[in-house]
């Protein structure tokens, strides 16, 4: 039931970020548990190349906040031009959203190019975000399944193709 429900909040968030998206919960050490991604392959490498995660201003907001901001806000905190060098890419508008409960936190970012999200939108994104870090909170009492199923989503989404 529980990765049933991942799965359909994921394939929904798809449709509502025609630019994408990058969801890291339970982020401990800079790692998260669970990685999902779904910006255009080109961007990814880019950012990763140019190690724009430690430059990237939704990032150090998440990490420094909760709640949710438009990048649009974050233009101050973007000393690197990551936000103009994603817009260029295809995300030239989008929401952070951070939450932390019981020192685990959560960040997601959410695009899309055309157009910046309406505030219903944004704030339904959230919620979907927020119940995505309460379902996968507690990996001890997932069942060895659910994990694996959780894990090969994961890198589904963060890797199209890589997995069947």
Known sequence: MRQARIQAILQ?????????????FHVKY?????????YAPEWMDIYSKKGFVMLDPTVRWGFENTGQVRWSQLADLDDAGVLAEAAA???????CFATDTG????VCSFARGDRE???E????????AEELHNLTADLGSLSPETAAELRRLSIRFTHPGSVN
């Open 121 to 128: 939108e944004a704030a339904s994104l959230t919620g979907l």
């Open 12 to 24: 929904d968030l798809e449709t509502r970020c025609p630019a994408g998206f990058a969801l890291a």
């Open 117 to 119: 999200f309406a505030d």
């Open 89 to 95: 890419h295809g995300l030239a508008y989008g929401i």
């Open 30 to 38: 800079a790692t998260p548990d669970y990685l999902f991604q779904t």
């Open 103 to 106: 020192g685990s936190r959560s």
